[in-house]
């Protein structure tokens, strides 16, 4: 579609306004009420170069494009020192429409990515440690951003670094040694691993000795001793069930599972490298890398023991993907907390002389809390995410038996819409942002929610059902003159440029919202103006912007990893 900053910014650029035209191109605002236009210049950093009031400016530029022939523009208009344009709507109309109706679900696709690999590593849960809600955070982000810039033509690597090393995992090993019954690990794999687990760390809270035996298990794996390899191995495998369980449910899968178990392979490379570097120094019989310069604290390589630390297997990963893929950019969709963690690992790939440490990202998201009390974490309890995509789906489905509605498959819409509402609120504030999870707020389906966003494409749907319509081919959309039309036909217009700002800022709420808008966007449309009326022209031209609003909801709702249902 045509860049109309770029049309606006060459007019001004025309006139020697005594400014660069990038330098217009960025000055151009979209105004904060539909009243004002479609686009705003301020004329105030031409004040000083012009040696006139900025209104005054504003003034004769409008005069001066009044002249001009008007292809794009309706009129400009001066409000004090902002120049205001308002686009021909006729124009916009046909353009964003019969753009939509031609390229269909790939209306917003492009290949600038073509020939880059972003690494994406998300999800990256721990073994035998639950798959809990927080986790649910860097599962459902890194999985929208992936599409994102899949959409955008690049290749992605999503990589779900599995914790399956670490100290934890003697701690796990050392209690099972303890306490361990086969029959229930069997039957209840995480919850009965990550009793174990609690149960160690309270009782070695009190005892220091029970946590160097932990570290010695986890010593003895580093070295290979059987029967530790063999239990850490079915620790394992008895985890990867149920992470699987809860991939299916999310829909969400990965192109490769290397963990940290994996990359600890080529940890004796690192140390060799880092040593030949001059990087290493001995502190109380650990190896660390001081990074004092910036005031960051030292990173300890080697602990004490001799084992290896996690940021040592993060320096690993990364000089490791690097090789393998290349990427042009390496992304870490991590919580906020390993912030410092972050900061240590990069630099410490620039002490070593990596470059590509500058594409390396932490993409932090805030925290998850709980509003309903009963699911809160209790000492020891955790709030399982099985559970609670499960309760979505059930909740679901009691609200769709309520309703007056012809689904076919209850199951599967309420599957579609339960998910997609947990989903959905995951994505809709800014990843940042601590936010409290909450049920009610997450299945309203007049709130700003996954099941509004859903039932107006199911609405939209039904529409083009009763009209007998699937495809619709271009046409001149000459009789949509409401003002509700416009605004409509509008937000569909900026939904591709929100998906390459959504790319710049690993911000997927940018989607999210742009759906949102036009979902109430929709709905006003809908509820103001009569589809099926008499004059087949009118008739058809309203068909085609429910057709366009349909495609566009359900683009926007696949970035986001949601599926759409044809009724609810
Ligand atoms: N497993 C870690 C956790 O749950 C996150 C790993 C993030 N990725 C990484 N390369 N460090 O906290």
Redesign the pocket.
């Known amino acids: 579609m045509r860049d109309l900053k770029e049309i606006i910014a060459n007019k001004l650029c025309d006139m020697d306004l005594g400014i660069e035209k990038s330098a217009i191109y960025k000055l151009i605002e979209i105004p904060p009420r539909d009243d004002m236009g479609d686009f705003s210049f301020p004329c105030f950093s031409l004040a000083k170069t012009l040696r006139k009031n900025p209104a005054l400016i504003a003034k004769e530029i409008k005069e001066k494009l009044e002249k001009e022939e008007k292809t794009y523009f309706e009129k400009v208009e001066n409000l004090n020192a902002y120049l205001n344009f308002y686009i021909d709507r006729k124009f916009i109309q046909n353009e964003v429409l019969n753009e939509i109706l031609e390229k269909k679900e790939d209306y917003g696709r492009s290949n600038m990515g073509k020939g880059k690999t972003i690494v994406l590593?998300f999800s990256?849960?721990?073994i035998a440690k639950p798959f809990h809600i927080g986790h649910i955070r860097s599962t459902v982000i890194g999985d929208a951003i992936r599409n994102i810039f899949n959409f955008l033509g690049y290749k992605t690597v999503a990589s779900n670094?599995i914790?399956d090393y670490g100290t934890q995992f003697g701690t796990m090993i050392a209690a099972y040694k303890l306490w361990g019954d086969d029959d229930k690990l069997n039957e209840n794999p995480i919850k009965e691993l990550l009793n174990l687990y609690v149960r160690y760390n309270n009782e070695a809270a009190l005892n220091e000795e029970m946590m160097d035996v932990a570290r010695d298990e986890f010593k003895k794996l580093e070295e290979g001793e059987d029967e530790s390899v063999r239990l850490w191995s079915w620790f394992k495998e008895i985890s990867f069930k149920e992470f699987d369980r809860v991939y299916k449910l999310l829909d969400i899968d990965f192109d490769n599972y290397d963990g940290e178990s994996y990359h600890s392979e080529f940890i004796p490379a690192v140390i060799k490298e880092l040593e030949e570097k001059n990087l290493l120094v001995e502190s109380d019989g650990a190896k660390i890398i001081d990074l004092g310069e910036d005031d960051l604290p030292p990173a300890i390589i080697i602990k004490s023991n001799g084992s290896s630390a996690y940021i040592t297997r993060?320096i690993a990963?990364a000089i490791n993907r690097k090789k393998v893929y290349d990427f042009y950019e390496n992304l870490?969709v991590?919580a906020t907390q390993?912030n410092l963690h972050f900061r240590q690992l990069w630099k410490i790939l620039e002490l070593m002389g990596y470059d590509f440490y500058k594409d390396c990202k932490h993409i932090p998201f805030g925290m998850v809390s709980l509003k309903d009390k009963t699911l809160s974490t209790r000492k020891g309890q955790v709030v399982f995410l099985e559970d609670v995509l499960n309760k979505a789906i059930n909740k679901t489905k009691e609200i769709m038996k309520n309703r007056d509605t012809d689904i076919e498959d209850i199951d599967k819409t309420s599957r579609i819409v339960g998910i997609g509402a947990v989903k959905f609120q995951e994505l809709y504030n800014n990843r940042i942002k601590d936010y409290v999870f909450d049920w009610d707020e997450l299945l309203n389906f007049e709130g700003e929610t996954g099941p509004y966003v859903q039932y107006t494409y199911a609405r939209a749907k039904a529409v083009l059902r009763k009209a007998g319509v699937e495809e619709m081919t271009s046409m001149d959309f000459s009789l949509l003159n409401s003002d509700e039309e416009f605004i409509l036909i509008k937000s569909l217009r900026s939904f591709e440029d929100t998906i390459v700002k959504a790319r710049d800022r690993y911000e997927p709420s940018l989607i999210s919202r742009k759906i949102m808008e036009i979902s109430q966007n929709f709905n006003k449309f809908y509820n103001s103006s009569k589809i099926m009326v008499d004059d087949e022209n009118l008739k058809n031209q309203r068909l085609a912007l429910a057709l366009a609003t349909s495609v566009v909801i359900k683009v926007g709702l696949s970035l986001l990893g949601i599926k759409t249902v044809e009724k609810m």
Do not use: E, L, P
């Open positions: 590593d990256s849960v721990n670094y914790g993060d990963t870490y991590v390993q």
